[in-house]
């Protein structure tokens, strides 16, 4: 499904990731995780397609379609959903008004009709209600004076309806409390399935013991220096990733 | 072609043939005094202070040394004139002249100066000069052409309906000067909504100049809910001038939408006479094209103990030239007086202009007073956001604008207003890109 390969990426003329390769098949859940400045945020960034993360060099592909030659809509009506470490405030903008603009625009990318708005309405609500928000957050403003919890929610509940084949949660875990994680990581388990694919970038195991991975890897200085199954992420969380770099170094 | 004193005898010629046929003579002595007092000032260079950012070409380029001399008629009120759901008494002028077929009158008083008692003449000679005292140019020529206008008077047993006064220009008013007057009056307790709003009829491009001159006198502990909504078509000219005087513990509300014009000045002043009285003064305005839009307010806090907040945001486009002038000014005795300002605005193309001014003049020590101005382009990290959920860059270009404004309008008194303003404000968007 996603297949990437010696990603060279940069931040404001820095290089941040330097040769990065991952594979992750269709049903898989990979995390990738690591010490901060490793890159984990620029590789999500990167991949769905935030202008001032710039691709230098190597291919990311998704089912096959080079994603460096899609505009970030276009990525993201192909499947792509990066979930956001800090989602965005959008005052002005109901989240409703949004959830559909969003469900229209990749209807439309397919050349599928776009939904009624009153199976829309059906639809949303039961999302809502599904990641635990009360219904009145489909009228407010797009994560306007969401706590953070709420935010992420909103974040699964896009998900939901808009039914991406590849997510990427960008540090999903950051800022939430235990409460939160489980309703959030519930929300993920139940998106979980054989035709979609999950990366987890991740600071910490926590979030692993409610989202199982199949594949762990460890980000470091840009390049993935370490794969294994879910028991590697415990071994990090005992350790901290200091033995890892001088390992590699 | 004309020059600028060629606007001044215009004007007075103007007068002169409007002197004649007056139904309201008791007007005559201050009409004659405002436009002494209209001819004796100088016309504004780029160097008055006053009009620094407009453009006033238009005005002198072109004579509108007539006005439109009867009722235009038409078949039926514009769509756009609708704002059903409020189910206010609704009074039409088209072109400055009162249309009995499309108003609605059922519950208000409401007076027409022309059939003013003596006790009402009073009032209004002695508003109406008030109102000029600060002789703004195109208010005293608003005083030397105010032949009718209506005085709208509440009290604590007024009805509860708002009152909805919609300005229609007609292509009849083309190179017209059409001059208006009201005057809304809340005596103590009494709580009052009135909508003034400008359209052009079936959106006709007709340059006319419209100066309008309103008033609000709001009582003791009264409440002003007031919405002026500038809706017409592109062409038009519009000089104005509104005023809030408010007496003691007395509210306002007023929320303004101002879509560009040829040229389109709009001057509103709250005056805190008494303490205790809160102002909320909120709007948004937006122009494209080679519109220009100004809004000069001017918040007086003449007494201790009042507060008053004001927002207002722009949204300007294409070759569009807007000015946002807010000056606040709290005199020596105006204690504890609480005043905020925010404009906020948003430029959509590289040659779009806004010039923003907060002005504060603070004599009093133990207040606060808080103002910001901003300009800004798109959120880049919101329009990420969009476009990495599949909305394409041009609609995701589109909701962020409009949410800018939409923000505002959420917090409207009267949703019915605001339900209203949306799809009219989005399809101008929509255009506008």
Redesign the interface.
Known sequence: MLSINNLIAEVEGKTILKGLNLEVKPGEVHAIMGPNGAGKSTLGNVL????QYKHTDGTATLDGKDIFEL???E???EGM??A?QY??E????SNL??LK??MD??AK?HKEPEMDSVSFMKLAREACKAVDLDQNFLKR??NEGFSGGEKKRNEIM?MML?KPKLCILDETDSGLDIDALQVVAKGVNELRSRDRAFVVVTHYQRLLDYIIPDYVHVLADGKIVKSGGKELAVELEKKGYSWLEQEVA | MSDNLDFIQDAKQLAQSLEKQTATSWLSDFRKQQLALFSEKPWPSRKTEHFKYNNLTSLVKESFNQSVDKTTTIDSLDQAAKLSELNADTLVFIDGHYSKQHSSIQENKITFYSEANDEQQEFIINQLGQANSAKNLFSLLNGGLTQDGVLLEFNKQSSDKPVHIIHIGSAAAENKTVASNLIVKLDELAEATVIEQFLSHDNNATTALYNQMTQCVIGNGAKLNHYRLHLEEEHTIHMGQLDFWLNRDSQLNSFHVGLGGKIKRLDINVYHQQSGSHADLNGIYLAKNNQQVDYHTNVEHRVANCTSQEVFRGLIGGSAKAVFNGRIHIYQDAQKTLAELSNKNLLLSNKAEINTKPELEIYADDVRCAHGATVAQMD???L??????????H??EL??S??????LL?NLKHASVADYLRPILAKLFEQSV
């Open positions: 769905a397609g935030r202008e505009e970030p809509e990525r993201a009506a959903f990066l956001f989602p965005v959008i005052p002005g903008v008004e949004f603009a969003s625009a990749i990318y403003g797009v896009q808009l | 880049e990290t919101a990420f956001y969009l476009l990495s959920r599949g909305i394409p860059k609609k995701a909701m962020l409009f949410g800018f404004i939409n923000e959420g």
